[in-house]
């Protein structure tokens, strides 16, 4: 579990990026934070793992404040996934995958032989771990990306725009593939977005954030969606757009809410 403890970030100069945030990011449990450019988002996510320090309250890990925690440490025991991948351009992908349980103590042959099924598992042709990462296609080297943090098997991912540069297409298998590996794997995962259809569809939870880190709403898809809180999360979401209508169906003695285009996007009650 993340608890984030009415957080606080002003950076050198006076930008406040977040003010007063406190959200709690269930065990595994996918959280998506998604607002516009600004709001905050990138800087939510690396207090997690201290790429950034808030300048005041605190971000706990299952009970303890980060800053208790060696900051090499603790991001080697955390995966991150960047919106470009962060591949090591002069390294195979299987070194890419491998680089981080060999840093932890794994012996080298062991961490590769792993790499190899890591690649499988976020769909990737294990042969391809021979090749460099200007040698695969974005989406190939956003999977690689995936089974780099997924390697040291953290507890916690923290995805940032991680499919942000692949076209539609490529990004939409790249989200169905990230929900068929959180249903194997329960990892906790903050997901940051600007796409609000992505964050519905990932997020068991969504935050949807206005500037300054300010929460906007947080709830489940289907919260949101059926009841947003004010006008800003109303524009936000497209509530008045067509697609967008939701209604209930029944499935199973579930009320499940469907969006216009019978897609469901959570479970309203038994
Ligand atoms: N290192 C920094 N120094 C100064 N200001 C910063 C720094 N990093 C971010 N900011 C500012 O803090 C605010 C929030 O930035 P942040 O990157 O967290 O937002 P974001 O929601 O992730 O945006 P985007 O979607 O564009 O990546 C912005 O106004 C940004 O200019």
């Given at each position: 579990?993340?608890?984030?403890?009415?957080?606080?970030?002003?950076?050198?100069?006076?930008?406040?990026?977040?003010?007063?945030?406190?959200?709690?990011?269930?065990?595994?449990?996918?959280?998506?934070?998604?607002?516009?450019?600004?709001?905050?988002?990138?800087?939510?996510?690396?207090?997690?793992?201290?790429?950034?320090?808030?300048?005041?309250?605190?971000?706990?890990?299952?009970?303890?404040?980060?800053?208790?925690?060696?900051?090499?440490?603790?991001?080697?025991?955390?995966g991150?996934?960047?919106?470009?991948?962060?591949?090591?351009?002069?390294?195979?992908?299987?070194?890419?995958?491998?680089?981080?349980?060999?840093?932890?103590?794994?012996?080298?042959?062991?961490?590769?032989?792993?790499?190899?099924?890591l690649?499988?598992?976020?769909?990737?042709?294990?042969?391809?771990?021979?090749?460099?990462?200007?040698?695969?296609?974005?989406?190939?080297?956003?999977?690689?990306?995936v089974a780099?943090a997924l390697a040291?098997d953290?507890?916690?991912?923290?995805?940032?725009?991680?499919?942000?540069?692949?076209?539609?297409?490529?990004?939409?298998?790249?989200?169905?593939?990230?929900?068929?590996?959180?249903?194997?794997?329960?990892?906790?995962?903050?997901?940051?977005?600007?796409?609000?259809?992505?964050?519905?569809?990932?997020?068991?939870?969504?935050?949807?954030?206005?500037?300054?880190?300010?929460?906007?709403?947080?709830?489940?898809?289907?919260?949101?969606?059926?009841?947003?809180?004010?006008?800003?999360?109303?524009?936000?979401?497209?509530?008045?757009?067509?697609?967008?209508?939701?209604?209930?169906?029944?499935?199973?003695?579930?009320?499940?809410?469907?969006?216009?285009?019978?897609?469901?996007?959570?479970?309203?009650?038994?």
């Amino acid at each position: 579990m993340i608890e984030f403890e009415h957080v606080t970030k002003t950076y050198a100069g006076g930008a406040e990026a977040v003010r007063d945030f406190s959200c709690v990011v269930p065990s595994r449990r996918t959280v998506a934070f998604v607002g516009s450019s600004g709001s905050g988002k990138t800087t939510l996510l690396r207090m997690v793992n201290r790429m950034v320090d808030p300048s005041s309250g605190r971000v706990l890990i299952d009970g303890e404040d980060v800053r208790e925690r060696n900051p090499v440490e603790l991001r080697r025991s955390i995966g991150y996934v960047l919106q470009h991948g962060g591949l090591l351009p002069h390294r195979t992908v299987t070194d890419n995958v491998a680089t981080v349980p060999v840093l932890t103590g794994t012996t080298r042959r062991a961490a590769r032989a792993a790499a190899a099924g890591l690649l499988e598992r976020v769909g990737l042709d294990p042969a391809l771990g021979d090749r460099y990462p200007a040698q695969l296609s974005g989406g190939q080297q956003q999977r690689v990306g995936v089974a780099r943090a997924l390697a040291s098997d953290p507890n916690i991912l923290l995805m940032d725009e991680p499919f942000g540069a692949v076209d539609p297409i490529v990004r939409r298998e790249l989200q169905n593939e990230l929900v068929r590996l959180q249903s194997e794997l329960g990892k906790t995962i903050v997901f940051v977005t600007h796409d609000i259809d992505e964050a519905f569809l990932l997020g068991d939870e969504v935050v949807v954030l206005a500037t300054g880190g300010r929460i906007a709403q947080c709830g489940t898809p289907a919260e949101i969606l059926s009841a947003p809180a004010d006008d800003f999360v109303r524009d936000f979401v497209g509530s008045e757009r067509p697609e967008r209508r939701l209604h209930a169906v029944d499935i199973d003695g579930r009320s499940v809410a469907v969006d216009g285009n019978g897609r469901p996007v959570g479970v309203l009650g038994a």
